[in-house]
């Protein structure tokens, strides 16, 4: 696996799934959230209530798209492509895939990627 052991390799993996479950069950209560029974109430209760949906959409969004970066990982790992930097194409520090399994720039390349988005930005 292009320069990636097999033991972080399946640590990797192990952790990616995990994360991967644990946003399934977020998503799932998050839905469970959304429903809310009583429409009524005042002014002051249904802008608690379109606050709150709101708040949930929000994070549901976040959560899917997390969950997309999980999932391009764990594909990364099947095609041999996984601990590669995008930017880079160097290996990508042991530490940081560790810490953010499913991160797919090394340091040096999300700073090269950070500097681009700053030059733009203007």
Known sequence: MAGVEVKLLEECKKRLL???MDILNRV???RKD???EDKGGDEADQTVRVLAE???LTLHER???QLLEIELAL???ESGTYG???ETEESIEKERLLAIPWTRLSIEGAEIRESVKKRYAR
């Open 75 to 77: 594909s990364r790992i």
């Open 84 to 86: 590669i930097c995008e």
């Open 28 to 30: 799932k209560d998050a």
């Open 34 to 36: 959304l429903h809310f």
């Open 63 to 65: 959560l899917r798209s």
């Open 54 to 56: 709101a708040e949930t």
């Open 18 to 20: 995990t994360a991967k």
